[in-house]
Structure formats: structure tokens, C-alpha cells
């Protein structure tokens, strides 16, 4: 069971250049999201989908697009790289519970981008 | 709005005693999750702990406890036995139930174990 898996590790982009982050997870799991973390910041939501076909913002969003196209994937893209989106992105999935509450995220192992 | 708090500088135990990391939330939804992460040095995120706001009893997992004062808001993390393996990034979340619950995460604590 690999549970997410995300891809690359490893970026390094120029300014300006766009590239897509790619997310798998193979739980059957509806809700999957995209955090980025940068130091004294903690993780950030960028976007999130609750099944395929729909997408929502979070609360980082800008310069950033996903889709949702089948239950397993959500791609990440950065459309114009820019120094400030250079950070580590994870990937987390999680599925429904009866409660609601309390099924926990289940992340990827990180991708780390640098833009120079 | 939801919001965690984690104030903690690093945060140093010797090994085999016990730590509290602290987490204070903000929120009027009375219905919520609270969750704890570990990131150790090779970055990967861990799955600690749940505290659900009606649980009567404070969770236990292992060496992991949750120190839940609801009135207080706080959840913070007791780790008790501390390992050399403990020595790792530490964060607090929080989700409230309702569509699209996204969870929301403090800054985090850096926790050293000394030998």
C-alpha cells in the first residue's frame, strides 16, 4: 500500500517557468489537499477537492491551479514560478468517517522547490 | 475563523522524562477535531494523536497523551518517556466539522531529546 505519493522530491526552477507537481494516493480517498511550508509559518493551505471534479481555494491559492479529474490524482501547477513559491509541498489525503472529524490527513513525503 | 497557537520556543527534555507541548485554538464551531503531527528531521509528516471536542476522556496512544481543557481551549501534547527519536518538529491542528473541514495547523515546536 503506498498511500500518497508525490513527485519530485526535488525542483529547481527559474523564474518564470512553470512545472506540475504530481500527487497520487491509492486509499480510495475523497478529500485530498496541498500545503506548502516555509520556516515560522507552519503549512498553509493552497488548494483542496473533496472528490474529482471539484476544487476549492485555500488560503494561499495565488499562482497556483488544480484539478481533479479521477479520485487518485491532484496535480499541482504552477503557472509562472516565482522566488516566493520556493517551499517544501506536501500532498495530503484523507477519507470520510462517520464522525466527520476525525480521520486524519494522510501526507505525502514532501517536495522540496526552489526558484531562483 | 479557525486558529491554532503554538508559542513554545525549542523546547529541550532529557531522555526518558517526560514533555508537555502546548496548543491553544480559537474557535465557535462546537464541534471540532484537534489532531497532533511529528516532522522529524527527514521530513515526513506522522500522525500522532485525535482529540474529538466530545470526547469525554482525554486520547492515549502509546507514550502520546492529549491533555484536553476544553473551557481553557488548549490540547497540548504529553509525550511521556521522551526517546531520542522524539527529537523532531511537533504541530498542533484543528478541524471543525462541516463541508470542505480543511485543517488548520500552528507554527509548530521544535523538541530536542538530550542523551
Known amino acids: 500500500n503506498a498511500g500518497v505519493t508525490q513527485t519530485p522530491k526535488f525542483q529547481v526552477l527559474k523564474t518564470g517557468q512553470s512545472m506540475t507537481l504530481q500527487c497520487a494516493q491509492d486509499m480510495n480517498h475523497e478529500y485530498m489537499s496541498w500545503y506548502r511550508q516555509d520556516p515560522g509559518m507552519g503549512l498553509r493551505l493552497i488548494h483542496y477537492?473533496?472528490?474529482?471534479?471539484?476544487?476549492d481555494q485555500g488560503e494561499v491559492p495565488n499562482g497556483y491551479n488544480v484539478s481533479r479529474s479521477t479520485t487518485e490524482d491532484f496535480p499541482l501547477r504552477l503557472l509562472s514560478a516565482a522566488p516566493s513559491q520556493t517551499s517544501v509541498y506536501f500532498c495530503?489525503?484523507?477519507?470520510?468517517?462517520?464522525?466527520?472529524?476525525?480521520?486524519?490527513?494522510?501526507f505525502g513525503n514532501g517536495t522540496r522547490l526552489t526558484v531562483t | 475563523a479557525q486558529k491554532i497557537t503554538q508559542t513554545q520556543p525549542g523546547m529541550f527534555v532529557q531522555e526518558k522524562e517526560a514533555v508537555t507541548l502546548d496548543c491553544t485554538y480559537d474557535?465557535?464551531?462546537?464541534?471540532?477535531?484537534l489532531f497532533w503531527y511529528k516532522q522529524p528531521s527527514s521530513g515526513e509528516m506522522i500522525f500522532l494523536i485525535y482529540q474529538g471536542s466530545y470526547d469525554q476522556q482525554n486520547a492515549t496512544e502509546g507514550r502520546y497523551s492529549l491533555n484536553f481543557q476544553k473551557a481553557r481551549k488548549s490540547a497540548n501534547l504529553v509525550i511521556s518517556a521522551s526517546q531520542l527519536g522524539d527529537s523532531a518538529m511537533y504541530f498542533c491542528a484543528m478541524r471543525v466539522t462541516g463541508a470542505n473541514s480543511k485543517l488548520t495547523f500552528g507554527k509548530g515546536i521544535t523538541l530536542s531529546v538530550r542523551p
Open positions: 474557535t465557535s464551531d462546537p464541534s471540532y477535531g
Open positions: 495530503a489525503s484523507r477519507g470520510r468517517t462517520a464522525r466527520g472529524n476525525n480521520s486524519p490527513l494522510h
Open positions: 477537492s473533496v472528490g474529482a471534479g471539484i476544487t
